[in-house]
């Protein structure tokens, strides 16, 4: 029966210590990832992190959580956008943009009614 709860301990410990890993690795992140924190106070946070681990840990949660969600939002979001900008630069533009592009080159006489025509059925193509 000792076999039992000592697989359960080893179970819960392994547990509660990996969800500690990703909370360092958390804490870690934002630290480097916030330009408004000084480089002297990033360095006094992680030597406590490495000397008192938990209770650091503990006061830079409380202390610092809420910019902790607002600088990760702000990441996803800044890398949602370049994404987004990246793709539209692959893709090229919309068929809108490249029928009005075509049209503009009609009323300047740049090209004529065919080439005008074959240009539209090819971005709506």
Same mark, same amino acid.
């Given at each position: 029966?000792?076999?039992? !709860? +000592?697989? *359960? $301990?080893?179970?819960?410990?392994?547990?509660?210590? *990996? =969800?500690?890993?990703?909370?360092?690795?958390?804490?870690?992140? +934002?630290?480097?990832?916030?330009?408004? %924190? #000084? #480089?002297?106070?990033? =360095?006094? !946070?992680?030597?406590?992190?490495?000397?008192?681990?938990?209770? /650091?840990?503990? @006061?830079?949660? *409380?202390?610092?959580?809420?910019?902790?969600?607002?600088?990760?939002? @702000?990441?996803? $979001?800044?890398?949602?956008?370049? /994404? $987004? &900008?990246?793709?539209?630069?692959?893709?090229?533009?919309?068929?809108?943009?490249?029928? &009005?592009?075509?049209?503009?080159?009609?009323?300047?006489? /740049?090209?004529?009614?065919? $080439?005008? =025509?074959? %240009?539209?059925?090819?971005?709506?193509?």
């Amino acid at each position: 029966m000792s076999n039992f !709860w +000592d697989l *359960i $301990e080893l179970i819960f410990s392994t547990f509660v210590f *990996i =969800a500690y890993l990703l909370i360092l690795y958390h804490i870690v992140v +934002d630290l480097f990832r916030d330009s408004e %924190l #000084g #480089g002297g106070f990033k =360095a006094l !946070w992680l030597i406590g992190l490495v000397f008192i681990p938990g209770l /650091t840990a503990i @006061a830079y949660v *409380i202390g610092r959580g809420r910019g902790m969600a607002a600088r990760q939002r @702000a990441s996803l $979001e800044r890398a949602k956008s370049q /994404t $987004e &900008a990246y793709i539209q630069g692959v893709a090229g533009k919309s068929p809108a943009q490249q029928i &009005a592009d075509a049209k503009a080159l009609l009323d300047t006489g /740049t090209i004529n009614t065919d $080439e005008f =025509a074959r %240009l539209k059925a090819k971005a709506l193509a």
